[in-house]
Every structure is written in structure tokens, then in C-alpha cells.
């Protein structure tokens, strides 16, 4: 099959997320097949190769085609595929909570699955909604979320979703949370430090909580990085005074580590970055190396306790056809054995310098603003008034080999943790190039 077919067919037969579909017709978006991936490029039917500056979509950390997890994969589908996780229970499931468990120091002991992002947002917040009414606590029934703060798409995750073109749309379906306002650190007054800000924001928050706690069962953030809004960075004080702050007016904290959660942030999981726990803990996209749909959220002794009861209905009867699915779990245990075996945090700290230092030359561009980079990610803003822009940009890099997608005018690389320098340096050299191009129109 040649690129121009299946190009047709895809079309035709796929509706495509997060896509206006009419903006590909006569060729004016590009659509790539890809055949195949070999670390941290793909390969399209002509040999033309792209390098994965996004990870798939923040998923893939080590790699497509990575040897490791392929045969761990190989070898669980000789064994068991799936079975149904009520009633039954099988070995990767077991071993992969108990090391998660282990990896937050067992403060979070207790591991729900699901198979992606949106629904461990929606389990954390009925969790946290039901254990509070199980104690008797029934006026904690809404949510408080972050300016700017991404939790997924189904109804109830744009709930706690302020971010316009996802939400908008939706807005008469969707019970909105309250939101207090971004520790965002460019929102710099005069002289602040991110410190500052963060201290700032938290000053917001309790004033929040004081007046509105007793009908809040729970804060969610994205710590330390808002991702999806346009890698917005904030300063760990933030987490340490919203934890305090929620122990003192009783609601749960949760932590959204879909994205900045399995190494991306620069430690395993970003709250360690703040030396907090948080109540709920979610995690999916890196989990399972980017290979199948998998999540899980994880929480305390407390809150389990708040349904272990004799009554059925004090239980929490959530489920999910694939919940705990063995192939996902047993990819997410080859993940974390490549994270214990080549000391990944430990090896990215210089890796993740170097991406910093590939964009930095581009903190002198004149249309270059807010520069900056925790862990795996890196990112710049550009003053532009071309409502085209991303598109443009888009496009110009991948006319060098390289795949990003810019956030409005937010340009990120967020790449697998395999790159080497030389990886590293095309990315820079790419992005350098496609940031002029798309500029000059
Ligand atoms: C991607 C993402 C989600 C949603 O995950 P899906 O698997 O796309 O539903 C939720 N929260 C954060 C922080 C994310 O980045």
C-alpha cells in the first residue's frame, strides 16, 4: 500500500482526534502514514523519516519498537492476554501495584486501573466524592481545579478542564468546578520570584477554601507543569502550600501526573520535586512506555477504609471492561525495569540539560518569549500576531524530519528519553529552522 492511498482511505474511513477533518482536504494540512518506528523516529512508505519531538503525544519514553518491552509483551501473550479483574486477579496486575505502591514510598497503597487519562480523572474525583459522603460528609460534592489546568475530555474531566476549545463547546453538559488562579511563573509582577508567585496563588487558594471548604471534596492539579494549556512552569512551593491547605480545611489533594508522572519532570513522580503525598495519584500516557492504553489512580489507606464496609453499595462499584489488563500491566513492569535497570532519572538530568541547552540559543530571537524547561520538557513562547502560526510551524518541521505540535504559540519538545546528542541537536537545529520559516510566512 503507497502513502497516497492509504492517505485517501484514512480520510475517508478515520475521523481523527482533535482534528478538523476539512482542513486536511486538497492537501492543505499534511497526513502521514507512518510504517513503521525504530527509537525515536518514524518512518513513513517512502522512506522519509520523522523524529518523534512529542513522544506520540507525551506517551512513548523509551522508544518505538523498544526490544525490551517487546519481549516482555511476547512473552505475557504466551501466558494470559486478559482476564476480568472482579473476581479474578493475575501476576502483572499484583507486581505492578506493589512497585507503584513502593515508588510513592507506600504512602499510596491502593491501585484502581483504567485504560486512559480522562477516566483516572473521573475515579479520583468519585472516589474522593464517595469516600467523603461514606464518612458522613455529604456536603463535599464539588471540585476546585487550576486557571488553565487540563484533566481530560469525557463530561465529567472537563469538569475540572479550563481550557477553552476543549470546554466551550460542551459548556451546557459540563458541571464546571471552581478555579483558582495558575501559579503560572510568567505571570511575574514586578520583581516576583516563581516563589512569589506560587505564594501568591496559594493566597488565592486559602482564600478559596476558607470561605468554600466545607462543599469541597477535592483540589486537582497538574504539579508543576500544565501541560496542555501550553507547558505552563510553576515553582514547587505551590504544592507544599496547597498541601498544607488542604490538610487544614479538609480536602483531598489530587495529583495529576498523567503527563509530568514517570520520569517526564525530571524525578519519577513530579509531587517528590515539592517532598509532599497527595490523596489521589493518576497516572496513565508514559505508564506503559507508550505501547497500549493504560491507567491507574492510586490512593491512600484512608480513603480505602472509607469504603471497606459490609454494604455493597459503600464500595466503589466503578469498572472498566480492561481494567488491569495483563498486556498493559506487563508493559508498565518492562517500563519500570528500564527505569531501575539503566537509572533513568539519574541519566536524564544531563540528557534533559542538553535539550535546554539545543533551545537556548533561541532565547535571543526577537519573537522569542518566556524560555524554559523542567525535566524532559522544553519550551519557549513566540510573539507572533499570525493566527496561523502553529500550523505553519507545524508543517515546516516536519519539512525536517521532525514531528512537534505546537500549543497556540507555545513551541515544547517533549521527546522520548532514548534521544542521544545527535537526536538532540537535529531537534534544535530543526526547530530553530521551522521557527523562521513559519515566521516569515
Ligand atoms: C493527557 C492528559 C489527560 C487525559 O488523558 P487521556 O488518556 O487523553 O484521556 C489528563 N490529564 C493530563 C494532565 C493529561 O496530560
Known amino acids: 500500500m503507497n502513502n497516497p492511498d492509504l492517505l485517501r482511505r484514512s480520510l475517508a474511513a478515520v475521523w481523527h482526534p482533535c482534528t478538523q477533518m476539512k482542513q486536511h482536504a486538497g492537501g492543505g494540512l499534511p497526513m502521514i502514514p507512518i510504517a513503521r518506528g525504530q527509537g525515536a523516529w518514524l518512518y513513513d512508505f517512502d522512506g522519509r523519516r520523522y523524529l518523534d519531538g512529542i513522544s506520540s503525544w507525551w506517551v512513548n519514553l523509551f522508544g518505538h519498537a523498544n526490544p525490551r518491552i517487546n519481549a516482555a509483551l511476547a512473552a505475557q501473550l504466551g501466558e494470559l492476554e486478559h482476564v476480568i479483574l472482579a473476581g479474578f486477579t493475575q501476576r502483572p496486575v499484583v507486581e505492578l501495584s506493589e512497585r507503584l505502591s513502593a515508588l510513592t514510598g507506600h504512602a499510596l497503597g491502593h491501585c484502581f486501573y483504567a485504560s486512559d487519562g480522562a477516566s483516572a480523572t473521573e475515579i479520583a474525583l468519585k472516589m474522593s466524592f464517595h469516600g467523603w459522603r461514606n464518612r458522613g460528609r455529604e456536603r463535599k460534592r464539588n471540585f476546585l481545579c487550576l486557571e488553565g489546568g487540563y484533566h481530560g475530555e469525557t463530561v465529567g474531566a472537563l469538569a475540572v478542564t479550563d481550557v477553552a476549545i476543549f470546554r466551550d463547546a460542551y459548556a451546557p453538559l459540563v458541571r464546571a468546578a471552581a478555579t483558582v488562579p495558575t501559579p503560572d511563573a510568567r505571570d511575574a509582577r514586578d520583581g516576583e520570584t516563581p516563589a512569589d508567585i506560587a505564594r501568591r496563588a496559594a493566597r488565592a487558594l486559602e482564600r478559596h477554601l476558607d470561605e468554600h471548604h466545607e462543599s469541597i471534596a477535592a483540589f486537582i492539579v497538574e504539579p508543576l507543569i500544565q501541560c496542555a494549556s501550553g507547558m505552563a512552569m510553576y515553582d514547587p512551593e505551590y504544592l507544599r502550600l496547597a498541601r498544607a491547605l488542604c490538610d487544614r480545611y479538609e480536602v483531598h489533594l489530587i495529583c495529576d501526573e498523567i503527563a509530568v508522572g514517570c520520569g517526564r519532570s525530571g524525578t519519577f513522580f513530579a509531587h517528590e520535586q515539592a517532598d509532599i503525598k497527595p490523596d489521589f495519584l493518576c497516572l496513565s500516557k508514559g505508564i506503559s512506555g507508550g505501547y497500549l492504553p ?122 522520548p528519553y532514548i534521544v542521544d546528542d545527535e537526536e538532540i541537536a537535529h531537534l534544535g537545529r530543526a526547530v530553530a529552522a521551522a521557527l523562521d520559516a513559519a515566521l516569515a510566512g
Open 294 to 415: 493504560l491507567s491507574v489512580v492510586l490512593t491512600t489507606d484512608a480513603v480505602f477504609e472509607a469504603f471497606y464496609d459490609d454494604a455493597t453499595a459503600r464500595g466503589f462499584l466503578h469498572s472498566h471492561s480492561y481494567t488491569g489488563n495483563a498486556l498493559a500491566c506487563r508493559a508498565a513492569l518492562a517500563v519500570l525495569d528500564i527505569f531501575a535497570e539503566d537509572r533513568v532519572i539519574e541519566q536524564n538530568r544531563s540528557r534533559a540539560q542538553k535539550l535546554a541547552d539545543a533551545l537556548a540559543p533561541l532565547s535571543a530571537h526577537p519573537n522569542v518569549r518566556h524560555p524554559r524547561s523542567r525535566g524532559m520538557i522544553a519550551a519557549f513562547d513566540v510573539a507572533t500576531a499570525d493566527p496561523n502560526f502553529q500550523r505553519r510551524f507545524y508543517r515546516a518541521a516536519l519539512e525536517r524530519e521532525t514531528l512537534t505540535r505546537p500549543i497556540g504559540n507555545t513551541v515544547y519538545l517533549m521527546p
